[in-house]
């Protein structure tokens, strides 16, 4: 490309990663830990023991305050006596944290459409979103957990993809409406918003979120998973943003994601840079060697595959590959995959802070368009742990980018 076009280019100007958020999925500390701990399946934990999740949280959520992170992020779920997922309500522990804190963000990854009525909770956000200042980041999935979802009432993606699709698509049409018009009615195939019923004299064609959000337009974000057209048109068409977990490594599956998330931005007409309108998630576990980080945090490595990969999280394990997971020692035997296979796919980043530096520094130089990433340590990991790696990486990392 030659100065002429340089200097003519549609595209904005270079940027560089300026936010770092981490996510916290909400898990309590375990007793054990790994492959040979105990198998996710028959972790029933009491009740005191699932409720030390909010004193965790408050404990994450301060120390990322005290070092200058931009957004604390979590996950809504339900139902989860394992202990590894144990957040239901984001938007009510995001008021209260939001009182312990003054500048920190709190993302919603994410709350999870087919759960909720659509106008309940545009209307829960929009009351957070007051009650915070405007701190809340708006966060929208359609849930994988069958367990979750499907007690709810509604399809999840493991029982009928297809309708859990259409639902979350009709859902998020009318929490857009609700943000962005000041009243609005809405026909779809679930839902038909408001009913045409009697009320004090006349026949009710319109209906208006009571609040609106005060911050305009919302700031939303979906994950992007299976990266398929149709769901990357759909947020394109309604300006939401995509986060990617597992990292992006050069030439791997998630560089083929963040390439066509560009073409379709440009589809929908918009020009961008590589990684415009995304966030790239990374486990990362900082020590004076990359052998000595990879050591100290394997046993987290595992837990979070016992608990994730019988959900579709881990591609191409068979069959007796899961029941391993299920089965304790026998998972050691099983040829799965290595905290070393992660660090060389690029999802992890472990080492010393200078080569986490240099990591970042290359996916920054491949994505230009790439402002926002989000770091943190797997379920599993303990309180002490994750609190000493956000300081590391805070003190350690941040500076170069944060100038």
């Known amino acids: 490309m030659g100065e002429d076009t340089l200097k003519t280019s549609p595209l904005k100007e270079r940027n560089m990663i300026t936010e770092f958020g981490s996510l916290f999925a909400g898990h309590v500390d375990f007793d054990d830990l790994g492959f040979d701990a105990t198998p996710a399946n028959e972790r029933r934990l009491s009740d005191e023991k699932l409720a030390t999740v909010f004193d965790k949280t408050e404990a994450i959520v301060l120390k990322m305050e005290e070092l200058g992170y931009d957004t604390f992020w979590s996950a809504e779920h339900h139902f989860q006596h394992e ?36 106008l309940r909770l545009a209307e829960d956000y929009a009351t957070a979103d007051i009650l915070t200042g405007g701190r809340v980041i708006f966060g929208i999935g359609r849930g994988y957990h069958s367990r979750e979802v499907d007690t709810f009432g509604a399809p999840s993606k493991a029982t009928d993809n297809d309708a859990n699709r259409d639902l979350f698509e009709d859902q998020t049409e009318i929490i857009m409406k609700a943000f962005n018009e000041e009243s609005f009615s809405f026909k779809g195939k679930y839902y038909t918003l408001p009913p045409e019923v009697p009320y004090r004299g006349y026949t009710l064609k319109e209906i208006t979120l009571v609040p609106r959000p005060r911050t305009l337009p919302v700031e939303t974000w979906q994950p992007i998973v299976s990266a398929g057209q149709r769901a990357m048109d759909f947020m394109a068409k309604h300006g939401i943003k995509g986060i990617i977990g597992g990292g992006a490594a050069a030439g791997g599956a998630q560089d083929q994601v963040i390439t066509q998330w ?11 840079e590589l990684g415009t309108d995304l966030c790239i998630g990374y486990s990362t576990h900082i020590a004076e060697t990359e052998e000595k980080a990879i050591d100290e945090a394997r046993l987290f490595f595992e837990e979070n595959m016992k608990m994730f990969a019988p959900l ?54 491949r994505y230009p368009g790439l402002e926002v990433v989000n770091i943190g340590s797997p379920v599993g990991t303990p309180q002490s742990v994750i609190l000493e790696q956000l300081e590391r990486f805070a003190k350690e990392v941040m500076p170069a980018f944060k100038k």
Request: aromatic share 6%; net charge neutral.
């Open 312 to 365: 579709g999280f881990v591609r191409g394990l068979s069959d007796e590959q899961i029941s391993a997971l299920a089965s304790g020692p026998a998972a050691r035997t099983a040829s799965l995959p290595t905290l070393e296979d992660g660090v060389k796919a690029g999802s992890w980043l472990c080492g010393p802070a200078e080569l986490v530096t240099e990591k970042l520094m290359d996916v920054q130089s």
């Open 262 to 272: 560009r073409d379709t931005l440009a589809k929908h007409g918009r020009e961008t």
């Open 83 to 118: 202990g590894y997922e144990c957040i239901p309500n984001l938007l009510m522990l995001y008021v209260h944290l939001s009182h312990l804190t003054k500048n920190l963000k709190f993302g919603c990854g994410f709350n999870v459409n087919p759960m909720w009525h659509p």
